[in-house]
């Protein structure tokens, strides 16, 4: 292919991708936007988080959805497991940290075990033994010790979050084995492994697509259920109460129909 016309198909690709993230400036946004006191900074959340959906249409969910469709499951059982693998050094961290030693002695054997046996984590030899896994994170870790979440966030490119919870992006990126053992290479060998991760992470949540569609707001749904679901793992899995549960609900407005029912 000539070069002029390879340098046409890439500005066209480029207008493309621009034009699609030009169209998640334009989320729409409720006008009681941040009245909700979980989410006070709803308005530019929603911005945020309409960028993301825009990078994730373009180019995440293809790619995951491409791997499903052409990937072998026990391939793509086998980098699930290396990636997970990657966590076990911070499950261990975060267990010890929260007081449960025996927890966090298996995360670190189950990281040694199929570190070595697992050829760095590809088979989870160490499950076959019966070593399960333990995950804790350190947004857990800080919220076992009293330290509040915050209010909610919508990072960009990394999605939902808490102050809380953002800080745990430093204490992974600490524990995290690549981080040592690439640090001296190539930078498209770190870029290449955490890449794979992301499209393993990403193909995880493909089953999620038809609950997604399903939700009359889609940004809403999300919040709630991370912010539902944080809380239960703070807890270790505890249900919440009514009154805890309510308050992480966002309550849907049926101003309309109240007032054609009074009317009545």
Known sequence: MPANMRKAMDIRKFLALAAVLMAAGCAQVPPDAGQNPVDPHERVNRHIYAFNSAIDSAVLKPVAQAYVDWTPSFVQQGVSNAAGNLFEPSYALNNMMQGKVDNGMESGFRFLVNTTFGIFGLFDVAGWIGMDPHP??????????????????????LGPSTPRDAAGYIERFATN????????????????????????????????????????????????????????????????????????????DFGDDDEGSKEE
């Open 136 to 157: 804790e994170d350190f947004g857990q870790t800080l919220g076992k010790w009293g330290v509040p979440s915050g209010s909610y966030w919508v990072l960009p490119f």
């Open 177 to 252: 084995p690549t981080t040592y053992a690439l640090w001296n290479q190539h930078w498209a060998w770190g870029v290449g492994s955490s890449a794979i991760i992301l499209v393993d992470g990403r193909a995880q949540l493909l089953k999620l697509e038809d609950m997604r569609a399903a939700a009359v707001d889609e940004y809403a749904a999300v919040r709630d259920a991370y912010l539902r679901t944080r809380e239960r793992a703070v807890r270790d899995g505890a249900v919440l109460s009514e009154e805890e549960e309510l308050e992480t609900l966002t309550p849907l």
